[in-house]
């Protein structure tokens, strides 16, 4: 039997910036949002560019799906403005459960609060493709921009899986 990948088995080791890599469908993405879901607090899905988050609030690209499927649950991306919110269906009630960001537009939210979030998975951050903008800067910039003064208010920092 396989053994997938389950970050919980690292979860005390976690910094700022954590980064897996490893061999496809070995379970990096469930794993890392099954770990989101279970802390209960806001979390923040990021993808390089708006072209990837318009796809993951489709049903063909949810990356909640099987994670719905295996809990019962009815996790769903839904487009607001030029960021994303992530909900956990049940029925009529819509229930915030996160964020959703483009890193390529993230420049355009400077001054936004987002101190509810602890938690970022920064979902296929290396791109086999040249992006149109600076990636590394851009991420800086996200970083900064969520992870404000946390520890000079004496509070954990921001991580990033």
């Known amino acids: 039997m396989i053994e997938y990948y389950d970050i919980r088995k690292r979860a005390e080791k976690l910094r700022a910036i954590n980064i897996i890599i490893g061999g496809r469908g070995i379970g990096k993405t469930y794993s890392a949002l099954s770990f989101a879901l279970e802390t209960g607090?806001?979390?923040?899905?990021l993808r390089n560019t708006a072209?990837?988050?318009d796809?993951?609030?489709?049903?063909f690209g949810n990356p909640f799906k099987r994670i719905s499927r295996d809990t019962g649950r009815d996790i769903v991306m839904e487009a607001e403005k030029r960021h994303y919110m992530i909900y956990d269906r049940?029925?009529?009630?819509?229930?915030?459960i996160g964020y959703g960001a483009a890193l390529s537009t993230f420049a355009?939210?400077?001054?936004v609060?987002?101190?509810d979030v602890e938690l970022c998975i920064f979902d296929e951050f290396i791109e086999s493709r040249k992006l149109t903008f600076n990636q590394f800067t851009a991420f800086q910039g996200f970083y900064e921009t969520v992870n404000r003064n946390r520890e000079l208010n004496g509070e954990?920092?921001?991580k990033v899986i």
Not at 41 to 45: A, D, L, M, S, T
Not at 55 to 59: D, H, M, Q, R
Not at 90 to 96: F, I
Not at 108 to 111: A, E, P, V
Request: charged share 25%; net charge negative; glycine share 6%.
């Open 51 to 53: 072209v990837q988050m």
């Open 156 to 158: 954990a920092p921001f």
């Open 55 to 59: 796809e993951s609030c489709s049903l």
């Open 41 to 45: 607090k806001p979390f923040i899905y």
């Open 90 to 96: 049940n029925g009529e009630e819509k229930n915030l």
């Open 113 to 115: 609060d987002l101190s």
């Open 108 to 111: 355009n939210m400077r001054g």
